[in-house]
């Protein structure tokens, strides 16, 4: 069945079947170096009936998100003739991205040391398992690329410092949360501009490789049938993994699936799974190091994250004990909770943690959301709200405030290292119930600095190109935060620049 046209630039993409599509390639000179034939698919399949229809374009972009937005706008503007592949209706495009913060990481400056000092905190946050030329390419890049954006139009508020590390971040305008949004809508309208083609409900299903091993398409399924989408080169963008409980199970670890998806709950892995199937080599892929998670309200998974009031508190589980160094942050806190029973903890603190800044900002940000902390005049009755033992509770508290010296509660079980208060003043207080929630996935396709996919020997994938969370090797158990971001716009504006060579 031939696939219905839509409005929009979409009407620009040809039709051929494979023999048209080759005269196309000889009669115009525009087409022929893309797609030396046969042509076949690089998974084991069996398919049945006719010939899928054939759209023809120089750059194919899968995903819909920052990387993939860029990677658009890098190609457009060069002249390519580009589409971009999203498998969910218009209204929720975007992915992880849209519901993103808002933050981007960079050096603090654009000398040297700015950038040397920005290598290593990424490196130390990823305890020296990160790819260091990788993230290199990021220190490089990611300031001249924002002033990019800002050249198309787009804005962003004044740096940030982020103490206690050596960058800042540029949030996308007008702030937090707000941005994200407004920006990817402002660099669809400015691709579509530019000739770009925006194909929705169209989940790409299988990379398509020619007799040279070159990559030269997608096969994508949408609602009437599937279609072959030719070119000279694909940018796998698509995102993480993180909607895909068998992958979760299989790379992160038993129980992994059974957490809850922050950001958008379609991102499942589907170019990790293409690209592996072509012969690339995924990285950083295995076990809890893999995966960014924090402890959030089941009410509220993406925005419901107490992290700011988090090295204050004490995180208790169903059992009515800690089980976590709380100062070392929300990361390391949520991968604690997902070896708790029932995967369910608590966030306890009382009156005098509430008054802090950070706590006024935390029960603030809840306020907004709807969202009621916990709330008791004594110990026992705090332990019945969050159904744990009140005799374990008791004790629990009691052995860690007499262990806090100096802010510091090193005899305590487990230690804690830093912010140590003593939860003695009532009204006492807890966030519950919190469950680990995934952001992202840490691992994915291994690129050379081109963001050209490899095979396991180093070898290139010919014409294949990834970008942000698609992409392996940047971290390993955190991130410094608004390091996503800058990822997905530095690979996305050089695997669209360099898709375009073929």
């Known amino acids: 069945m031939e696939r219905k046209k839509k409005n929009t630039v979409e009407e620009k993409g040809v039709k051929l079947n494979r023999r048209g599509f080759l005269k196309y390639g000889i009669g115009t000179g525009t087409i022929l170096a893309v797609a030396p034939f046969p042509l076949r698919r690089v998974e084991?399949?069996?398919?049945?009936?006719?010939?899928?229809?054939?759209?023809?374009?120089?750059?194919?972009?899968?995903?819909?998100?920052?990387?993939?937005?860029?990677?658009?706008?890098?190609?457009?503007?060069?002249?390519?003739?580009?589409?971009?592949?999203?498998?969910?209706?218009?209204?929720?495009?975007?992915?992880?991205?849209?519901?993103?913060g808002g933050g981007f990481c960079t050096p603090q400056n654009n000398s040297d040391k700015a950038k040397e000092l920005f290598v290593n905190d990424f490196m130390k946050k990823s305890r020296y398992r990160a790819d260091k030329r990788m993230t290199e390419s990021l220190a490089e890049n990611v300031l001249k690329?924002?002033?990019?954006?800002?050249?198309?139009?787009?804005?962003?508020?004044?740096?940030?410092?982020?103490?206690?590390?050596?960058?800042?971040?540029?949030?996308?305008?007008?702030?937090?949360?707000?941005?994200?949004?407004?920006?990817?809508?402002?660099?669809?309208?400015?691709?579509?501009?530019?000739?770009?083609?925006?194909?929705?409900?169209?989940?790409?299903?299988?990379?398509?490789?020619?007799?040279?091993?070159?990559?030269?398409?997608?096969?994508?399924?949408?609602?009437?049938?599937?279609?072959?989408?030719?070119?000279?080169?694909?940018?796998?963008?698509?995102?993480?993994?993180?909607?895909?409980?068998?992958?979760?199970e299989n790379w992160v670890g038993p129980g992994a699936g059974e957490s809850m998806v922050r950001g958008a709950r379609w991102v499942t892995g589907d170019g990790h799974r293409m690209a592996e199937a072509a012969g690339a080599v995924l990285v950083k892929m295995a076990g809890i190091d893999g995966i960014h998670v924090g402890a959030v309200h089941v009410k509220n998974p993406a925005a419901g994250n107490p992290f700011r009031i988090l090295p204050y508190c004490i995180g208790i589980n169903k059992n009515g004990k800690r089980y976590v160094d709380e100062s070392l942050g929300y990361v390391a806190h949520g991968k604690a909770a997902m070896s708790q029973p029932d995967m369910e903890v608590a966030l306890v603190f009382d009156q005098q943690i509430a008054d802090m800044p950070a706590g006024k900002a935390v029960l603030e940000q809840f306020e907004g959301l709807k969202i009621e902390p916990i709330k008791a005049n004594t110990l026992a009755e705090l332990a019945s709200k969050i159904e744990a033992p009140a005799d374990t509770l008791a004790?629990?508290?009691?052995?860690?405030?007499?262990?806090?010296?100096?802010?510091?509660?090193?005899?305590?079980?487990?230690?804690?290292?830093?912010?140590?208060?003593?939860?003695?003043?009532?009204p006492y207080f807890a966030f519950y119930p919190l469950k680990p929630g995934i952001t992202l996935t840490f691992g994915g396709i291994k690129v050379d600095l081109n963001r050209r996919a490899l095979q396991a020997d180093g070898q290139l994938i010919k014409g294949l190109y990834a970008a942000g969370e698609c992409v392996g090797g940047y971290f390993v158990d955190d991130y410094v935060g608004g390091g996503s971001l800058c990822r997905c716009l530095v690979d996305g504006r050089i695997a669209g620049e360099n898709a375009t060579k073929g």
Not at 160 to 176: I, L
């Open 395 to 426: 004790d629990t508290i009691k052995q860690f405030n007499t262990a806090v010296s100096g802010k510091k509660a090193l005899d305590a079980d487990p230690p804690k290292t830093d912010l140590a208060f003593k939860i003695e003043k009532p």
């Open 44 to 100: 084991a399949a069996t398919f049945v009936g006719p010939e899928p229809s054939v759209e023809n374009y120089d750059v194919i972009v899968v995903g819909h998100g920052m990387a993939a937005m860029t990677a658009a706008l890098a190609a457009v503007e060069r002249g390519a003739k580009v589409a971009v592949l999203e498998k969910q209706r218009k209204s929720l495009y975007g992915g992880n991205s849209r519901v993103s």
């Open 145 to 248: 690329d924002i002033e990019w954006l800002i050249g198309h139009g787009f804005e962003f508020l004044d740096p940030e410092p982020t103490p206690p590390y050596n960058v800042n971040v540029r949030v996308a305008a007008p702030g937090w949360y707000r941005g994200m949004p407004r920006l990817l809508e402002g660099m669809l309208k400015k691709c579509k501009e530019k000739g770009m083609a925006a194909y929705y409900d169209t989940k790409a299903r299988e990379l398509l490789v020619d007799s040279s091993a070159s990559i030269v398409g997608v096969r994508a399924e949408t609602k009437d049938g599937f279609v072959d989408f030719h070119a000279g080169a694909v940018v796998l963008a698509a995102g993480g993994f993180g909607g895909n409980e068998q992958m979760l």
